[in-house]
């Protein structure tokens, strides 16, 4: 479902006004945060997608890892997750629990556990999470919480849906294909734990809406703008040059279309580079906004726990005429 259609549905819901529900429907953050006392807060979220490779023990892992990605962009601890799938009763039995050992695999690697879900036959294979975990009530990370001024961190390099998108064309090379897939199933728990030691505005992170989308919900929650540094900006290995070819999924000319106007593109960025930040990413990384006094430390600190791409990729500014400006540098 695009954003311009969710945003629609979403719309036409009863707003909550519990005073316990920390984080609702109003900021199209991540996930649900929900109070239950001056300590503890509860953290809920679901994700699940159809097959972007062929190996099932792959897909689980990247699916889970997706799915667990929407507690660490809160700030959170993931502590149990339930299983959702959907499979044809045409594919072998041991197909689906290559699936499921993957999930399980990488639930276990966050240090939650499987407890249980659902399954429904269905025409193709669909995998998720159904994921629970906590938070401190005062140390909740939204997408609405950044300041003007703030650096904005990006923790995996984009790219993801091109090449997937390739994958399936059979125009990718092995190694382009490891680097992606390597990509996407690793978690987001060592830039979470990072962002946590060293204290951060704001956090969301980049999925199926894509670098632009997620980054324009954080202006337009947090009542700012935001500018981009294009040649900032982390990329996998092999996007560019699919970008370039016209490679370029269903998903990324939604994304669009959907800010349309909203985005300002100076003439030195490419229409590739312009491209790559529409992909819908798959289990992408966290968009972290922090201090100016703590960017440089966060992104060392990010670099020491293994998050080797993390890059500072623009600023948040006032409230200008676009809510998204690219440029080229600094």
């Known amino acids: 479902m695009g954003p311009e259609v969710l945003s629609q ?56 890892a997706n ?6 962009a809160m700030g959170g601890t993931p502590l149990l997750a339930l299983n959702i799938v959907c499979f044809p009763s045409c594919l072998s039995s041991d197909i689906l ?34 994921v629970t975990g906590v938070v401190h009530p005062d140390r909740v990370y939204s997408n609405a919480t950044a300041g003007a001024g703030d650096l904005l961190i990006l923790t995996k390099p984009l790219g993801t849906g091109i090449i997937n998108t390739g994958i399936k064309a059979a125009m990718v090379k092995p190694e382009v294909m490891h680097r992606a897939v390597a990509t996407m199933a690793s978690l987001n728990k060592e830039a979470a734990m990072a962002m946590l030691d060293v204290g951060a505005s704001a956090c969301t992170d980049i999925t199926g809406f894509g670098f632009l989308g997620h980054a324009a919900e954080m202006a337009r929650a947090s009542g700012l703008s935001i500018k981009i540094y294009a040649g900032e900006v982390p990329v996998l290995p ?68 293994g998050v080797a791409d993390a890059r500072i990729v623009g600023e948040l500014t006032p409230p200008d005429q676009a809510l998204i400006t690219i440029q080229r540098g600094k």
């Open 9 to 64: 549905v979403l719309r036409h819901l009863p707003k909550n006004t519990n005073p316990n529900l920390l984080v609702g429907l109003d900021t199209s953050d991540d996930a649900a945060v929900y109070r239950l006392n001056d300590e503890l807060a509860t953290i809920q979220t679901v994700d699940f997608f159809t097959p972007m490779v062929d190996d099932p023990y792959l897909f689980g892992q990247i699916a889970a």
């Open 67 to 72: 799915a667990l990605s929407d507690v660490y």
């Open 97 to 130: 629990g290559e699936i499921l050992r993957g999930g399980a695999d990488k639930v276990t690697e966050a240090g939650a556990i499987i407890a249980g879900g659902h399954s429904v036959q269905d025409d193709e294979p669909k995998y998720g999470l159904a």
């Open 238 to 305: 092999g996007a560019r040059e699919l970008a370039r070819m016209g490679i370029i999924p269903a998903g990324a000319y939604n994304n669009r279309n959907h800010l349309g106007d909203q985005v300002k593109i100076q003439e030195v960025v490419t229409r590739e580079e312009t491209d790559i930040f529409f992909d819908p990413q798959t289990s992408g990384g966290l968009l972290i906004a922090s201090h100016p006094a703590r960017a440089e430390k966060l992104i060392r600190e990010l670099h020491q726990r």
